[in-house]
DNA sequence: TTGAAAGCGCTAACAG
DNA sequence: CTGTTAGCGCTTTCAA
């Protein structure tokens, strides 16, 4: 079977002391209460017989296993990869480590496993799921666990958060497409239980009085999933209701959707058309109708999350913070002019 | 602090019983050695308190986590995320957890991955990084650790992998293109490290000879990995020292990096020179020249390696499995007759 | 069929 | 500064 796992008994036998003494030569936050030479030899002894604490056995003891669970609803859409390598990355320079799962925000799912993960004793969770009155979320809240919601806020609860800042980027992209002269805007709005959806819905109204330019009925639709599906549906909808010159997309992936229909239906992007997305995921510079977009710093969206819930487990602090990050405007080749 | 946990002592105190008895009921593998009324008993009040038991300490006791580890280098490599799903949807019909960890292909990063995975106790390896000679695969195999290698398979020794047919792949890729009348094919290989650049690079010189063809030398070029801005570089590499009318890429990624060289350098896909890729990644179908590649069943091959697994984690096999997924031409706009 | 007892490997409280 | 002791929650002998 498998070689024989080297214990700390083991250790502390060869150093010729008590697996107390060694246990604490062993730890940094305990090192100073043992003999600088004692614990020089134990150190020693542990990398020679190259010892490997067992988190297993610590963790039963200290009831702390250096693990995070992040709940994200599918890894496979783009958007949350480059996040999850940065959340991974920035808990692994404290030994910590990630556990990911896949809700596809679905309700069944998302219970059991968070059993599964507190079943494992998860230090903390960083959610990317999270709706509007999210069951699990108020299961943690409840029971004192760290949690941090990214891309998501929830609603009136007094819970860490890192985001875009959904405001400047749908203003920059309304202020875009009014730049180029367009007057009929209509909009593509996400769920209206995930916090993305409403606050770029709200900004996108204000983004539009701000130019004294209104949003009829017959130019929203909202979405029922961030899917390129709905983003299909919802511009065919789109086409059969209004005479809007430009599409605001709540996201990529609905926008990406946007751009089968037109090109379905035999109308143009930009020409016909323009159309926006809000996240500048991976290949929407290659598009065939290259994505004018808002961009989001993905990566650091991760870090600043996974900060913020270290500080949090290794109970540095308990103070909630909520972290709106910069965006930038990305303009390629799906929004032009208005035709005439 | 966090809510007291429910433990099996409460439960079996709620019921009556010793908590030695209270686990056999709880447990499908011992039920039977105990009287049918106690047991139910057990369950019920198991149901009625919520108890969860803690897996930490039954891995202490067992040795045996319900976990695997699961290596990639970068999980923002769209082949990837489908692949984990698989993997993870798999596993958890076990109850079995992934412990996901990218390691960039970097020599440093894979050992301390591999520590870490080792000092949390998991039960078995998927990996999706394995060069030839890996250092990983081989301390895993010396001490007996079930591992399944995917994408990848292991120079002469005995591990159960997951591959897609590379040799279907690339035989209908060349049958492909000189059934258009191609007749000077060139090629981007993979890294000869990587088990994938090997066998693909032998299936189009074994597909080329197959036509009467050759493969001279200024007509392959080796990537040194499998980036976009590897496909750049070797394009402009093969454009300085070969008339192909075709370029067969190792996979999709390094074929979007031929086309960004193509057009920079004024020339047409397909018109000019058509391109094949391999692995259909998300989005090859909407590029503005939206490529002809080999698809592979991403999730299946995630669902298989995790099947293989868990087959050799639960013991209830030790045979090397080798599975050999088919593979489907999917023909696009990167590939059409050459010029005259 | 059930209970008693031991122990997985570690760390924290307490003594010395 | 170091050793003793105890115990985290569970499973698995062994004995009754």
Do not use: W
Not at 17 to 23: L, Y
Not at 37 to 44: D, G, I, K, M, N
Not at 246 to 270: E, I, K, S, Y
């Amino acid at each position: 079977m498998q070689q024989l796992r080297v214990t700390l008994r083991d250790v502390a036998a060869h150093a010729g002391v008590h697996p107390a003494t060694a246990s604490r030569a062993l730890s940094e936050a305990t090192r100073h209460q043992v003999n600088v030479e004692t614990a020089a030899r134990v150190v020693a002894a542990a990398h020679e017989l190259g010892y490997e604490p067992d988190l297993t056995a610590r963790t039963l003891r200290t009831g702390r296993t250096a693990t995070a669970a992040v709940l994200i609803p599918d890894l496979t859409n783009p958007l949350f990869p480059p996040i999850v390598r940065g959340i991974e990355d920035t808990l692994a320079e404290r030994d910590f480590t990630a556990l990911i799962a896949n809700t596809d925000n679905d309700g069944g799912r998302e219970r059991r496993v968070l059993r599964a993960m507190r079943a494992r004793n998860v230090d903390g969770f960083i959610l990317l799921t999270a709706h509007r009155n999210d069951e699990t979320l108020a299961t943690l809240i409840r029971d004192q666990i760290p949690v941090v919601t990214v891309n998501r806020t929830a609603s009136g609860s007094d819970v860490s958060s890192v985001s875009p800042d959904d405001n400047a980027g749908i203003s920059a992209v309304v202020d875009h497409l009014v730049g180029l002269g367009h007057t009929r805007i209509a909009t593509i709005a996400g769920p209206r239980t995930l916090s993305t959806g409403r606050s770029r819905y709200k900004a996108i109204t204000a983004g539009l009085r701000k130019h004294g330019l209104g949003l009829p009925t017959g130019r929203v639709v909202f979405a029922r999933a961030f899917s390129e599906d709905e983003g299909r549906r919802c511009m065919a909808e789109l086409l059969d209701s209004t005479d809007a010159t430009a599409v605001v997309a709540a996201n990529d992936t609905l926008a990406v959707g946007c751009l089968d229909t037109l090109r379905d239906r035999g109308l143009r992007c930009p020409q016909d058309v323009s159309v926006t997305g809000f996240n500048d995921i991976l290949f929407m510079d290659k598009l065939s109708t290259p994505l004018t977009t808002v961009r989001i710093p993905h990566t650091q969206m991760g870090v600043e999350a996974a900060r913020i819930l270290l500080d949090q487990m290794l109970g540095r602090t308990d103070a909630t913070k909520h972290a709106v990050l910069p965006i930038q405007l990305v303009v390629r080749e799906s929004t032009a002019a208005p035709k005439r």
